[in-house]
């Protein structure tokens, strides 16, 4: 009984499909909308969970769908082809959208106040007035525009509220002569940076139709991978024999790690990792390229029906069957074990709150308030050490158990989110140490926590334990997006770090209290260790 380590790798192109889309759209759409469309956090991140809303109920749904589909290419291929062709073209007409509010927006001066503060030499960015000329330029801007009946008196006052004035009390507080110092700055550079964007919607008001037709054909894009991603992921198992799984879902893994490092790596190749408002052309061809290559070869090389009857040959040749075993709802557990799970289930809402709300607005806040040249390096480095982490996680867990493993992560977590408050455009360098702890401290959560999960469930019933572990974590990437938004916006985008750490942080406190769903973890094989929920 061995692994077919070629079928597994051809199988798991959808799987690339999908991770190369999500990581470029999770880097890159959050920038276009708020720099762009002028959509504040809030609002930016309503879009951004669109995704997730989308998955609650079309991925068990297309899960379903294509489990009774009965075609000649299988029952999981024609959704991938439908799905990546409808994902990889939207994501491409996005380009042409994205080029004409970039024009739209170079017809102002917008880029050109950009540049001016972002290019300005630090010993001048510390001194109050350079930033009272530029407080004196934004007043007249926006006074200009209220007199030509450009923005509403209530648009002037919220500016008034939530820039001007902040960045007023600032200088005041700090004096006409004594240099700011880096944190003060940062501030300051939040405050400008959301006048700017306030800019953008005003273009953005002034000719709605291209961000009516941005959103709809996104939503197209959002709903062709919704429509495969289940069918995707099911594929795996129908083609590969239980005792192999672990496995296959590891390569699998490894591929979608693959995957989102070719993204990263995509980006910062074509510049597109720092300055605002570039063309996105490159990254959206690029990788609606890719996806329809990938494709090709999946279709070149996977037969599902082929691999299914070959599958079903090998369950009888080995004796293997599904095992129903007993049968139990969350209702039926003991109290003690029942308390454990809403304790887990607990934590795993309150770490996606914070990891997700970073991995959301990162793109943005490293940028902007850091001044990084570039946003993708720090996330590149996560992404490597995570990978490289989960051999030495999977070891540590079969040595202390899952629990203790966890709360070392949580512990490395949120000393990572909270360190990122403190940081500015001179020690942003730490940001690439930083953000490779958390890449360790997220893989060693990942890694134990839907197996405590499941570890509570028996027979049939872990595919129910499974849907409240997605129902949680995906009710956090649903809310943490807007929640977070709402926060940057009513005090300062640097309040992203501090409100992650806190609810990464209560996490340890859920996860203290379990005591069930830690069973002795078994020996693994090397490659084993990559046998995770990867989102």
Request: hydrophobic share 50%; aromatic share 12%.
């Amino acid at each position: 009984m061995k692994l077919d380590y070629k079928k597994v790798f051809y199988v798991g192109l959808a799987f690339f499909i999908i991770t190369i889309f999500w990581q470029t759209y999770d880097s890159i759409i959050t920038k276009i909308l708020i720099d762009k469309f002028g959509l504040n956090q809030t609002w930016s991140g309503v879009v951004m969970a669109l995704d997730n809303i989308l998955a609650l109920f079309m991925l068990p749904l297309f899960g379903a769908i294509s489990d009774k589909t009965n075609h000649k290419l299988g029952r999981r291929t024609p959704y991938v082809i439908i799905g990546t062709v409808v994902a990889a073209f939207a994501f491409i007409g996005l380009s042409f959208v994205d080029n004409i509010q970039t024009a739209r927006i170079e017809q102002t001066n917008i880029i050109e106040r950009y540049e001016f503060i972002s290019d300005t030499e630090d010993e001048i960015r510390k001194t109050p007035a350079f930033w009272r000329l530029i407080m004196v330029d934004m007043e007249f801007n926006r006074i200009t525009a209220l007199h030509n009946d450009k923005i509403s008196q209530k648009d002037y006052d919220r500016y008034q509220s939530s820039v001007y004035d902040p960045m007023d009390k600032l200088l005041d507080e700090n004096g006409a002569t004594q240099e700011l110092d880096a944190i003060e700055i940062s501030y300051l550079d939040g405050y400008y940076h959301r006048y700017l964007s306030e800019r953008a919607w005003q273009v953005t008001s002034e000719n709605p139709m291209n961000f009516v037709v941005f959103v709809g054909i996104l939503l197209i894009a959002l709903v062709a991978m919704s429509v495969f991603r289940s069918p995707a992921v099911s594929l795996m198992p129908d083609v590969t024999m239980k005792p192999l799984r672990s496995k296959a879902n590891a390569v699998i893994n490894l591929m979608g790690a693959a995957a989102g490092v070719t993204s990263l790596i995509l980006l910062t190749v074509l510049g597109l990792g720092g300055r605002s408002y570039v063309h996105y052309t490159g990254a959206f061809i690029s990788v609606g390229v890719i996806m329809i290559a990938v494709l090709a070869i999946f279709l070149w090389k996977v037969k599902e029906p082929k691999l299914v009857a070959e599958k079903e040959a090998d369950d009888l040749k080995f004796g293997l069957h599904e095992e129903e075993g007993e049968v139990h709802d969350m209702h039926e557990l003991p109290k003690d074990k029942k308390i454990s799970l809403y304790l887990i289930l607990s934590s795993v809402f309150l770490w996606f709150m914070g990891y997700n709300a970073v991995m959301t607005k990162v793109s943005d806040y490293a940028p902007k308030i850091l001044q990084l040249p570039s946003f993708t390096l720090p996330l590149l480095v996560a992404n490597v050490t995570a990978i490289i982490a989960f051999i030495p996680i999977g070891i540590l867990s079969t040595k202390f158990g899952r629990r203790k493993t966890i709360l070392a992560g949580i512990i490395l977590l949120t000393l990572c989110f909270g360190s990122v408050f403190f940081l500015s455009k001179d020690t942003g360098w730490v940001m690439f140490i930083v953000f490779g702890l958390t890449g360790i401290g997220w893989a060693t959560i990942n890694v134990n926590s839907y197996p405590m999960v499941v570890e509570l469930a028996k027979g049939s019933n872990v595919g129910k334990y499974t849907g409240y572990y997605y129902a949680f974590s995906m009710g956090a990437q649903i809310l943490t997006p807007i929640l977070s938004g709402f926060f940057m916006d009513l005090i300062h985008p640097k309040i992203l770090f501090p409100y992650a750490t806190l609810f990464v942080a209560s996490a340890f406190i859920t996860m203290f209290l379990t005591k069930h769903g830690d069973a002795v973890v078994g020996k693994k094989s090397i490659l084993e260790n990559f046998d995770v929920d990867m989102d």
